[in-house]
């Protein structure tokens, strides 16, 4: 079974600019959250996305955008985004039917984002 | 006060050496207890999933939890210089719909041949 894609792996952009990260789960698997890590904060949770819904969300600006689609794939964005955006975005996916393992989640390789 | 706070290392042992890794937290809505490992420039990959007090193994790994001390331990055993990487411990909290995954802040872990 395949696991989690994230695209583009790396990824270089300038202040003020937008950005658009994918996250491919693995298949089967309807939920999808994401998180940032840097050295400074760790791991840092900024949204889960649920059969296309939005079901939790960090603290986080409102920059800092998801949307997922039918197929459970989904796409973060980040607008204007600021020197301190630098990080590495991580994208999970576990099945989050009922409660239990199916709460296990799963990451990806993660986009590294570097903003000049 | 972080939600959950982890050792922050570094830590450096021989090979062979058994490793001990831990988290403390502060809420006890907290239902579900993971640890990750992380190679560098890699994303993290599960590798113990608990929900109930006591120790889970898994070959060389034995998680614990101890829900009455908001403690959680990871042990390795025989450790190796491939498990040199960065544990983070995990903890879910789930609200109505809602399911938030809280991270300790990692102890980069280094096996020395």
């Known amino acids: 079974k395949a696991g989690v894609t994230q695209t583009p792996r790396y990824l270089i952009k300038t202040r003020g600019q937008q950005v658009t990260l994918s996250c491919s789960p693995i298949?089967?698997?309807?939920?999808v959250s994401w998180y940032q890590q840097t050295p400074g904060q760790g791991l840092q949770f900024l949204f889960e996305y649920f059969s296309e819904t939005q079901r939790n969300k960090g603290n986080f600006p409102g920059r800092f955008s998801g949307r997922q689609f039918s197929n459970s794939r989904s796409e973060m964005n980040v607008s204007t985004l600021e020197l301190g955006d630098s990080a590495l975005y991580l994208c999970?996916?576990?099945?989050?039917?009922?409660?239990?393992?199916?709460?296990?989640?799963?990451f990806g390789p993660g986009t590294r984002l570097t903003v000049l | 006060q972080k939600e959950v706070e982890q050792d922050p290392g570094p830590l450096s042992v021989p090979e062979g050496a058994i490793v001990s890794l831990n988290c403390t937290y502060s809420n006890s809505a907290f239902q579900y207890f993971m640890w990750y490992r992380q190679y560098s420039r890699k994303g993290p990959e599960l590798l113990m999933y608990?929900?109930?007090?006591g120790n889970k193994e898994d070959g060389r790994f034995t998680a614990q939890v101890d829900k009455s001390s908001k403690y959680i331990s990871l042990f390795i055993r025989d450790s190796q210089p491939s498990d040199s990487a960065t544990y983070l411990c995990?903890?879910?909290?789930?609200?109505?719909?809602?399911?938030?995954?809280?991270f300790g802040s990692g102890t980069q872990l280094t096996v020395l041949p």
């Open positions: 995990a903890m879910i909290l789930l609200s109505g719909s809602a399911r938030q995954l809280t």
């Open positions: 999970a996916s576990s099945l989050r039917e009922t409660s239990g393992r199916d709460n296990e989640q799963f």
């Open positions: 298949s089967g698997h309807r939920s």
């Open positions: 608990t929900y109930s007090s």
